[in-house]
């Protein structure tokens, strides 16, 4: 029995794993979709979510199922809690990157100020990677490295905080740009979500690997 169990896990994985990719595919292109004004590539992120839906569903099934078939205990039994908290998690960022992608209207045919332009990219890069990190902890059950990424949401925070202090200059200054700067605000908002969401998996890393819930600072 926990040989069939250890293969159905085993199986589980390569489904999230193909699910955290296809996502993590979905964030950079809506990230480079804003970078480069591009409304094709915003349109290919909006069809993406479409798998990603499909395939939440999937590990949705596939955790359920071995709960009932096979009614884990201990680290096995954490690691499913933890997979099925993610998948919500992985399911909104993707609908986090198809708001994101939407950012390339903004611009109305002008192009993005260069310091908002590198504020914006820089805050997607470091979420994104936060993401794939998170993911890759879970792979390995690294808690020492899930540690790392609760770490680098306090700076994507701050590159955010100075972002909106920027806009909300801008605001002040050219009222007329007031829809552009709000819509950029909104893009900013979406990628400090995804690193919220990426501090969620890394959360639910830290309590498959040793147990310990360190949500609200526990732990």
């Not at 809506?30 to 409304?39: L, Y």
């Not at 605001?171 to 979406?190: E, F, G, Q, S, Y």
């Amino acid at each position: 029995m926990k040989i069939h169990l250890q293969r159905e896990l085993e199986g589980l994985k390569k489904s999230l794993f193909h699910l955290s990719s296809v996502v993590e595919e979905s964030l950079k292109m809506a990230i480079r979709a804003v970078d480069e004004s591009d409304a094709a590539l915003a349109a290919r992120v909006k069809e993406t979510d479409t798998e990603i839906d499909r395939l939440e569903v999937q590990v949705e099934e596939e955790c359920l199922k071995i709960l009932a078939l096979h009614q884990p205990v201990a680290v096995d039994l954490r690691f499913l809690v933890a997979v099925l908290k993610m998948n919500n998690d992985l399911e909104r960022i993707g609908d986090l990157a198809v708001n994101i992608a939407g950012g390339e209207a903004c611009r109305g045919g002008d192009s993005m100020p260069g310091p908002f332009k590198q504020k914006i990219h820089r805050m997607g890069e470091m979420a994104r990677t936060m993401f794939r990190g998170s993911l890759e902890a879970l792979m390995d059950m690294d808690a020492e490295r899930a540690r790392g990424i609760l770490m680098a949401d306090d700076e994507v925070d701050e590159q955010y905080y100075e972002l909106m202090g920027m806009l909300r200059s801008e605001m002040a200054t050219r009222p007329a740009d007031a829809d552009k700067l709000i819509c950029w605000i909104l893009v900013a908002k979406n990628i400090e979500r995804v690193a919220d969401l990426a501090t969620n998996i890394a959360e639910d890393t830290i309590y498959t690997v040793t147990g310990d819930i360190v949500r609200h600072g526990g732990g």
